[in-house]
């Protein structure tokens, strides 16, 4: 390995690591109550929509039935993980079936 992509990837190490640790270290002074704290909570789901919502509105016939699938179960029961390993394998489901 030569010298170049050590310090490269020594590089890139530190800059992961301080990335991270900014994240923890900016955490613990936000507010615990209020509105930052509320829009932080909602955050998550957010950013998720944002990086379906695409594929959703872009894809076929797989990922529209894959987004109804994901909807029926969390509507059945209210477990957002069971809805999302559900919607992708309907949608693995669909393309395996050549549907998609």
């Given at each position: 390995?030569?010298?170049?992509?050590?310090?490269?990837?020594?590089?890139?190490?530190?800059?992961?690591?301080?990335?991270?640790?900014?994240?923890?270290?900016?955490?613990?002074?936000?507010?615990?109550?209020?509105?930052?704290?509320?829009?932080?909570?909602?955050?998550?789901?957010?950013?998720?929509?944002?990086?379906?919502?695409?594929?959703?509105?872009g894809?076929?016939?797989?990922?529209?039935?894959?987004?109804?699938?994901?909807?029926?179960i969390?509507?059945?029961?209210?477990?957002?993980?069971?809805?999302?390993?559900g919607?992708?394998?309907s949608?693995?489901?669909?393309?395996?079936?050549?549907?998609g």
């Amino acid at each position: 390995m030569s010298l170049e992509a050590l310090v490269t990837i020594l590089g890139m190490a530190a800059v992961t690591y301080a990335i991270r640790a900014g994240g923890l270290l900016l955490a613990d002074r936000l507010p615990r109550t209020g509105f930052v704290a509320a829009w932080m909570r909602h955050l998550p789901g957010a950013v998720l929509a944002a990086l379906v919502a695409p594929a959703v509105a872009g894809g076929g016939i797989a990922e529209a039935i894959g987004a109804a699938a994901t909807l029926g179960i969390y509507l059945l029961s209210r477990n957002l993980l069971a809805a999302m390993i559900g919607g992708v394998l309907s949608v693995f489901l669909m393309r395996m079936l050549g549907l998609g």
